[in-house]
């Protein structure tokens, strides 16, 4: 079956440290993109890649950084310059016509700064 | 700033009733609504896509009512079970270039 998966499911941070989230996909779309959601808040964009080896920011930049080597690929590292990483953290892929199927998302990692 | 405005926050609907939910957005350009479904824990789900030259799309007990004119649009659950209490959002976009612009969510709960 055709999806995304996303690791780990719970993730836990120290104070200082960076952490990387897994985004992995199969569905052979070109675009990917990492949301945050808070309660209340809704979807946020982190960041974006419609392509390989391009990505641009998204309204809360700040203190997170990606790469995408890989088509299938997107990790998203939570630096230490983020000050509030605890969230439920989305990936999302979609194809170039998004009507053929919308954004695809992934089951989610919370993270917890402890 | 692009926006996708949704209400209400929350909505509590008795088993068998209606649940309307609903959207207004500014950007003339956009030519792709879809409706997402989250439940707990969940990432969201692909519920219900309308594109602007129709008024109306109905999926089972799901319909999306669609004003070009008002730039709004709505979901109507027909039917409400409390299988369908979950996190609602809208979202717009233009189908063919650019990400889509959320809505912040309207959690559902529907009552036994």
């Known amino acids: 079956d055709g999806g995304i998966t996303q690791s780990p499911k719970y993730l836990f941070r120290k104070e200082g440290q960076n952490v990387t989230l897994s985004c992995e996909q199969n569905?052979?779309?070109?675009?990917m993109y990492w949301y945050r959601q808070d309660p209340g808040q809704g979807l946020r964009l982190i960041y974006y890649?419609?392509?390989?080896?391009?990505?641009q920011k998204g309204d809360i930049a700040e203190g997170y950084s990606v790469s995408r080597e890989k088509k299938e690929s997107f990790p998203l590292t939570v630096t230490s310059a983020q000050k509030n990483p605890t969230a439920f953290y989305l990936c999302?892929?979609?194809?170039?016509?998004?009507?053929?199927?919308?954004?695809?998302f992934g089951s989610g990692t919370r993270l917890t700064v402890v | 700033q692009q926006q996708v405005k949704q209400s209400p926050q929350s909505l509590i609907v008795q088993k068998g009733g209606i649940s309307i939910i609903n959207c207004a957005y500014e950007?003339?350009?956009?030519?792709?609504f879809p409706w997402y479904q989250q439940f707990p824990g969940k990432g969201p789900a692909l519920l219900i896509a309308?594109?602007?030259?129709?008024s109306e799309k109905k999926e089972g007990r799901f319909t999306i009512s669609f004003n070009k004119s008002a730039k709004q649009f709505s979901l109507h659950i027909m039917d409400s079970q409390p299988g369908d209490s979950a996190t609602y959002f809208c979202?717009?976009?233009?189908?063919?270039?650019?990400?889509?612009?959320f809505g912040k969510g309207t959690k559902l709960s529907v009552k036994p």
């Open positions: 950007n003339t350009a956009f030519d792709y």
């Open positions: 309308i594109r602007p030259d129709v």
């Open positions: 569905l052979n779309h070109d675009a």
């Open positions: 999302a892929s979609s194809s170039f016509d998004r009507e053929k199927n919308g954004y695809t």
């Open positions: 979202a717009a976009s233009r189908r063919s270039q650019g990400n889509l612009i």
């Open positions: 890649s419609q392509i390989v080896n391009d990505f």
